[in-house]
Structure formats: C-alpha cells, structure tokens
C-alpha cells in the first residue's frame, strides 16, 4: 500500500494550494480519506475526512470555509484545496486512508498513512 502526496510549498498569506494524495495497492474506493497537519513542536491534526463515495465531508473548525476535501475513485487520488492561506496553517500536511465508510476524526483511527509534504505560509 503507498500513499504518496505533493503539492506542498512555499506560498503568502491568502494564497492558496492544492495537495494531491495518490494511493495504490487497495481499492481506492472501500476506504475513506483524511487529511492531518502536524506544525514542528505540535501534536498531528485533523484538518478533513471524506467518505468512500465523497459524498459526506467533515472539517476541522480551523479550516472550514477555507478549505475542501475531495476525491476522484476512478484516479485513486484524495485532493485538499486550500484557499486563504494563513501562517498558522504551515505543518506538514499528511494523507491517510480508513476502512470505514466516513473516516475517522482521530489519527488513531487510519490504517495507512502518507509520508506528508510540506507546506509554509509566510506573512
């Protein structure tokens, strides 16, 4: 099972960014996906989870309006967009995926992860 993300970089405040996740060695499609954030010194983070079908997502309070989750099952890739960029939002941004059908809001709760990319916002 890989999971390999990009998009990540270097980028201003209110500036935007699109992560791509894809993944390989399962059916895309029998899990849902999160995305988590990990800034240096911190715990990970739950930023967003989409169902298997993508038609149920959920997003961390700190994101929501700035940020959407989706997905294309018929390329096995997981996206999050994120728009508005602000400083508290650089960490490393990492993809998992989860055998239920909504995904899991705790990190615990995936059973395959990414390896992250990384993304700075600067002032």
Do not use: H
């Not at 995305?35 to 967003?48: I, L």
């Not at 998992?96 to 916002?121: F, K, N």
């Amino acid at each position: 099972v890989q999971l390999q993300a990009s998009g990540g970089g270097l980028v201003q405040a209110g500036g935007s960014l699109r992560l791509s996740c894809a993944t390989s060695g399962l059916t895309f499609g029998n899990y849902a996906m999160g995305w988590f954030r990990q800034a240096p010194g911190k715990e990970r983070e739950f930023v967003a989870r989409i169902s298997r079908s993508g038609g149920s997502t959920d997003y961390a309070d700190s994101v929501k309006g700035r940020f959407t989750i989706s997905r294309d099952n018929s390329k096995n890739t997981v996206y999050l967009q994120m728009n508005s960029l602000k400083p508290e939002d650089t960490a490393v941004y990492y993809c998992a995926e989860d055998r239920s059908v909504y995904g899991s809001l705790s990190y615990g709760g995936y059973d395959y992860w990414g390896q992250g990319t990384l993304v700075t916002v600067s002032s």
